[in-house]
């Protein structure tokens, strides 16, 4: 089994800053792309943010300059840096790993957190 465990979301105002933070654990093998999601309401899911196994990064254009994705794979943990923060930051973020696990180590599987509510307030 594989866990993605979320934490740091919370209520910050207009121009604040929060730090998410997922640690994924169980039986791990290794861990290839990691991603930040988000969904406000009455929205689509959509990708924030990703990181490869090798440290490439990717992020939305609304975010681009704002946040910073970063991972420490010594930790199995990915982060998610958001600065600037305005209403339209608003949702709830969900991280997302490709796993390969220990009992089947030739498949990729995708697992999601729980999700962490961001609400900014304007």
């Given at each position: 089994?594989?866990?993605?465990?979320?934490s740091?979301?919370?209520?910050v105002q207009a121009g604040g800053?929060?730090?998410l933070s997922c640690a994924a654990s169980g039986s791990?093998?290794?861990i290839?792309?990691?991603a930040w999601y988000r969904q406000a309401p009455g929205k689509q899911r959509e990708l924030v943010a990703s990181i490869s196994s090798a440290g490439s990064t990717n992020y939305a254009d609304s975010v681009k300059g704002r946040f910073t994705i970063s991972r420490d794979n010594t930790k199995n943990t990915v982060?998610?840096?958001?600065?600037?923060l305005n209403a339209e930051d608003t949702a709830v973020y969900y991280c997302n790993?490709?796993?390969?696990?220990?009992?089947?180590?030739?498949?990729?599987m995708g697992?999601?957190?729980q999700g962490t509510q961001v609400t900014v307030s304007s």
């Amino acid at each position: 089994q594989v866990q993605l465990v979320e934490s740091g979301g919370g209520l910050v105002q207009a121009g604040g800053s929060l730090r998410l933070s997922c640690a994924a654990s169980g039986s791990i093998f290794r861990i290839n792309n990691m991603a930040w999601y988000r969904q406000a309401p009455g929205k689509q899911r959509e990708l924030v943010a990703s990181i490869s196994s090798a440290g490439s990064t990717n992020y939305a254009d609304s975010v681009k300059g704002r946040f910073t994705i970063s991972r420490d794979n010594t930790k199995n943990t990915v982060y998610l840096q958001m600065n600037s923060l305005n209403a339209e930051d608003t949702a709830v973020y969900y991280c997302n790993a490709r796993i390969t696990t220990a009992q089947a180590i030739n498949v990729i599987m995708g697992y999601w957190g729980q999700g962490t509510q961001v609400t900014v307030s304007s």
